[in-house]
């Protein structure tokens, strides 16, 4: 075992995942829908997994991990050392050092990037290969480390590519063709998404529990899954095409629908604040003006809009003059993530 750091990119759903595959089994955590995503170029987890003599040790932003999270990062461990087969015998322990790059206390979702830096740094440092072959060939070594990065986190196996990228669902059981792929590169659209902060606090209900919730109580949770589809496949052609306004309203008709079946469950699961609609309503408004942006939200407060470069400043200003709102950020198209040794 080697020391090794990775460097992956968070990134943001243009069509939305919610909801898990009832089969297949629960650690191989396959999603209901597939999704299509853009990597941001700021927002990152850099995450160093080193050998340690004492037991597994893990620390977050200089904090240590306890309890349930310390016990998420083991299994993850577990999953990718697993790979090198039975004989392999135990898995040595682990110290592992993750930094996020996203501002703190934003509440925004950086599990995508913390499982995705987590699995390339854990089998950089537990497998001499599985990395290795990831820049070259037909792309069958990364596929394979986004499938263990799906396992942590659903959101996760997306970010293990710079650009656009496209989560299939799939439907084979034991998920060989639930495959992440880019779709378009970083270069093929100067695209910018807004993160429009609606408050301090962090998320109140996570997004696995969250998704239970709709599955087991929301009327309208079968329809966001059967409609889900049609807008992958119409979401990837414009993008492909750079028709925006297209892209646009099927990004904010895939947020809309995933909130409005959060809505339906019992008891209602809301993640928005009064700010968060304020914003929404800004960014119609400023559309009516000609100022060309398209809204969405996660499993949180949080508004993120979408826009061309050329647009950025002028919505930026328009955005931040909302009542409530706590800072606008605007960030670019990311990059491949990055793997190097550490010390
Ligand atoms: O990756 P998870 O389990 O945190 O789920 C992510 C869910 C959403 O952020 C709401 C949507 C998405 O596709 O990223």
């Known amino acids: 075992m080697r020391a090794m750091r990775a460097t992956a990119h968070t990134n943001i759903a243009l069509v939305k995942y919610w909801g898990k595959r009832p089969d297949g089994g629960r650690d191989l955590n396959l999603p209901a829908v597939g999704s299509l995503s853009m990597t941001l170029d700021e927002y990152r987890t850099v995450t160093v997994v080193r050998p340690r003599a004492a037991a597994d040790a893990f620390a977050l932003d200089g904090a240590t991990l306890t309890g349930a999270a310390a016990d998420r990062v083991a299994k993850h461990l577990d999953r990718v050392w697993r790979t090198r087969g039975a004989e392999a015998g135990p898995r040595p322990s682990c110290e592992v050092d993750s930094v996020n790059h996203v501002p703190t206390a934003a509440g925004l979702a950086s599990s995508a990037s913390g499982f995705a830096a987590l699995t390339l740094a854990a089998a950089a440092a537990l497998s001499e290969d599985m990395v290795e072959g990831m820049a070259e060939g037909d792309g069958a070594d990364r ?58 606090g962090a998320k109140t209900v996570g997004s696995t529990g969250g998704m239970e919730l709709c599955k087991n109580t929301s009327p309208y949770y079968g329809a966001w899954v059967a409609s889900s589809q049609r807008d992958l496949d119409s979401a990837t052609s414009r993008l492909q095409n750079r028709d925006l306004r297209g892209l646009g309203e099927v990004m904010e008709h895939s947020c809309f629908k995933m909130h409005a079946s959060m809505w339906a469950a019992r008891p209602p699961l809301i993640y928005w604040n009064g700010v968060t609609v304020e914003v929404m309503r800004e960014v119609q408004r400023a559309r009516a003006d000609g100022l060309q942006g398209w809204a969405t939200s996660d499993a949180g407060p949080h508004v993120k809009v979408l826009c061309e470069a050329a647009t950025a400043d002028a919505l930026v200003a328009r955005l931040e003059s909302v009542v409530g709102v706590v800072d606008v950020k605007a960030l670019g198209v990311g990059p491949d993530p990055k793997v190097e040794a550490a010390t």
Do not use: N, Q, Y
């Open 143 to 200: 596929r394979l480390l986004s499938a263990l990065a799906r396992r942590g986190s659903g959101s996760a196996a997306r970010s293990l590519w710079g650009g656009f990228v496209r989560l299939d669902r799939g439907e084979e059981a034991d998920g060989r063709d639930c495959i992440a792929r880019p779709v378009a590169s970083r270069h093929h659209w100067d695209l910018k998404m807004l993160i429009v902060h609606t408050t301090t």
